[in-house]
């Protein structure tokens, strides 16, 4: 199984946690960039404003092309309950995505909201299978057993 883990993250909860996911699966990581120029003080709310509108925003890298692999697993932090305009931008700027399987997670402070449900939308959206969605808590990130059954979700076929 071939396997590309796409994912943002400011912090490094998300990049952890993907890191855990590519140990278990000996999956490829992608780390998408956010280029938007937050401002340091109103970031925090702008983040929350385009995340709320399910809004794309400039990425690097801009294109993937993901033909190669079997399976792609997609992860972002939740912001105003949703996944990242960089994530969702990722997703819309896939390349040879259509017909694969494809997962979910996303890393969080207690609300994911409704984050599962627009993974599933926007990988849809592609013309891919979503076949596990998962999260877990900012604090659970170096949890084994809790890292242990976020792979189970988010890797099929594992062999
Ligand atoms: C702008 C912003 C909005 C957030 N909104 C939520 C939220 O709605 N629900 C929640 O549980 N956590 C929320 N969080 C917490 C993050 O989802 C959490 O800390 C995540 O693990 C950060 O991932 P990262 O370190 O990969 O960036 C928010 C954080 C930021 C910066």
Not at 86 to 113: M, N, Q, R, W, Y
Request: net charge neutral; glycine share 10%.
């Amino acid at each position: 199984m071939n396997i590309c883990i796409i994912y943002h993250s400011e912090t490094g909860n998300t990049r952890h946690a993907a890191q855990h996911i590519a140990s278990a699966c000996d999956g490829k990581l992608v780390e998408v960039t956010d280029k938007t120029g937050y401002n340091r003080l109103t970031g925090f709310l702008v983040r929350c404003k385009m995340a709320m509108g399910e809004e794309k925003t400039l990425i690097e890298p801009g294109s993937l092309d993901v033909s190669g692999y079997d399976q792609l697993v997609f992860g972002s932090p939740v912001w105003a309950f949703k996944p990242t305009p960089a994530i969702h931008a990722a997703i819309d700027s896939l390349v040879g995505c259509e017909g694969k399987k494809a997962t979910a997670f996303c890393t969080h402070g207690g609300k994911p909201g409704q984050t599962a449900e627009l993974f599933q939308k926007w990988i849809e959206a592609r013309g891919m299978k979503c076949v596990g969605n998962t999260n877990i808590h900012q604090n659970d990130i170096e949890n084994e057993k809790k890292t242990k059954e976020m792979v189970s979700v988010l890797i099929k076929d594992l062999s």
